[in-house]
Nanobody, 121 residues
Framework: QVQLVESGGGLVQPGGSLRLSCAAS????????MGWYRRAPGKQRELVAT???????NYADSVKGRFTISRDLAKNTVYLQMNSLKPEDTAVYYC???????????????WGQGTQVTASS
């Protein structure tokens, strides 16, 4: 089994910054893509940013230039640095990872439990 544990959410004033972390643990052979998604109240979950094992990144247009995703392969950890936060960034942020639990095995998708980010004055 694979577990993803997020940390770093909280309340921040508009214009402020937060850094989210997500550590994967358990029966991991290799991790391909890791990423962050979010769900705002009354809205569907949406992609925020993803990063591959060779550090190719992809961002939602709404966060480009403000958020930066990074990854520590040795620690199976992904980070999301969020700057210039806006009220519309308020959401529960979920970590995601595509994992092989054995050599030659299929990629399985795992999710964290979510962490609340609130940008409000």
């Amino acid at each position: 089994q694979v577990q993803l544990v997020e940390s770093g959410g909280g309340l921040v004033q508009p214009g402020g910054s937060l850094r989210l972390s997500c550590a994967a643990s358990g029966s991991i052979f290799s991790i391909y893509t890791m990423g962050w998604y979010r769900r705002a109240p009354g809205k569907q979950r949406e992609l925020v940013a993803t990063i591959t094992s060779v550090s190719n990144t992809n961002y939602a247009d709404s966060v480009k230039g403000r958020f930066t995703i990074s990854r520590d392969l040795a620690k199976n950890t992904v980070y999301l640095q969020m700057n210039s936060l806006k009220p519309e960034d308020t959401a529960v942020y979920y970590c995601n990872a595509n994992v092989r639990v054995r050599s030659g095995g299929l990629l399985n998708t795992y999710w964290g439990q979510g962490t609340q980010v609130t940008a409000s004055s």
